[in-house]
């Protein structure tokens, strides 16, 4: 039997469900997410994109892609944050804050080099991404 996870936007007017187990979970420190989240860091939970689901508001989510990379997903009607798809990634990162009943197990920083709040909590530092998502994999000291 899958787990099954669900979450709203700030209002509620949008719900997604995700299904499974994600494929990652951990921090970003890019200016991007720290933009985007107006936080100093943003914790991502990433996933194949069939296990994951919009199931109410899909007529109120809006969509913003500032690269290629990211086409960020928000409800139109509060402004609440739902998730980002990586289309060349084939990943969605559901932010870990919509999904309340899932055990957020961070394992991995990525863009460490942009980070605003060093966090020394001993999981691995990369200066980008993974090799395996185009990054150089290089690690940095906490």
């Known amino acids: 039997m ?10 509620g007017a ?9 494929v990652g979970m951990g921090y970003c420190h890019c200016q991007s997410c720290r933009s985007w989240s107006a936080g100093p860091v943003n914790a991502f939970t990433l996933w194949q994109p069939d296990a994951v689901r919009v199931t109410k508001g ?3 989510l809006g969509h913003f892609s500032k690269t290629p990379l990211s086409d960020r ?16 990634l084939n990943l969605v990162d559901v932010f870990a804050a ?21 966090m020394k909590d001993g999981l691995p530092k990369l200066k980008d991404f993974p090799k395996e998502l185009g990054g150089s994999g290089e690690t940095l000291p906490e």
């Open 2 to 11: 899958s787990n099954t996870y669900r979450g709203t936007c700030f209002c």
């Open 14 to 22: 949008v719900e997604v469900e995700t299904t499974g187990a994600p």
């Open 58 to 60: 899909q007529e109120v």
């Open 73 to 88: 997903h928000y409800c139109t009607q509060c402004g609440g944050h739902v998730m980002n798809k990586h289309p060349p």
């Open 98 to 118: 919509m999904l309340p009943t899932l055990k957020f197990e961070p394992g991995v920083h990525v863009n460490y080099a942009e980070t605003v709040l060093p």
